[in-house]
């Protein structure tokens, strides 16, 4: 852990891995919650760091943080949202060639996994989200697409993700859903925020057209 005072008010913490990176976040939210950290306007976490900004003096609590015995994240802390998913992405079938496996078992290892909002950026709603293992990373796409689908799953590295609305992109699409990712209506605006723990349920493809998850993978 080592801490960084950046300009009169803001203070980073630099971390080894993700793991490290929600555990103290949650960790500075409850002790905020607690009254124990003092003045901070706002908590962002990223992927290997965690700024704390509106900080009072970023030095003497940086001093105070670095010597914390920050407890590892329970697996199941935090609050949870199921997101139903249709696997028609078109990218589908080589990533499950990627992982030596049929198109059809690709919806079970997805559902499998807790997946876990690390941050937020690129876009308003698009949450980063880590616990794939890592033997299901892929590599994004050599060739990025100009325009992605909202409501696209995606993989790319360790790092699963929805987009909330068409943009470029070079992940790997591997499903759709229907749900808002981001309403300014809604309190809070993002489905996706840091901490939130994220399951993917498979929706039948069957009323959208073609199930990819079917089809006959030349594996017999």
Not at 111 to 137: I, K, M, N, S, W
């Amino acid at each position: 852990m080592r801490p960084l005072v950046v300009g009169a008010a803001a203070l980073l913490i630099e971390l080894d891995s993700a793991q490290e990176v929600a555990a103290l976040h949650a960790e500075l939210l409850r002790r905020r919650d607690a009254g124990e950290l003092g003045p901070v306007r706002e908590l962002v976490p990223a992927a290997r760091t965690v700024l704390l900004d509106g900080v009072r003096d970023p030095a003497a609590l940086g001093a105070r943080i670095a010597r914390w015995e920050v407890p590892a994240l329970a697996p199941t802390q935090g609050p949870q949202v199921s997101v139903p998913v249709r696997f028609d992405g078109p990218d589908l079938v080589e990533v499950a060639r990627l992982w030596g496996v049929a198109p059809r078992e690709v919806p079970g290892i997805v559902g499998a996994v807790d997946f876990r909002v690390a941050f937020c950026g690129f876009a308003p709603g698009f949450g980063y989200l880590t616990g794939l293992p890592e033997r299901f990373h892929v590599p994004r796409r050599a060739s990025p697409r100009t325009a992605v689908p909202a409501g696209s799953l995606a993989l790319a590295g360790e790092y699963a993700g929805v987009y909330p609305r068409s943009s470029p992109g070079g992940w790997q699409l591997i499903g759709s859903t229907d749900a808002v990712l981001w309403d300014p209506r809604r309190e809070p605006a993002a489905l996706f925020a840091p901490g939130v723990r994220v399951r993917f349920t498979h929706e039948s493809n069957l009323s959208h057209g073609r199930d990819l998850t079917q089809e006959d993978d030349g594996r017999g």
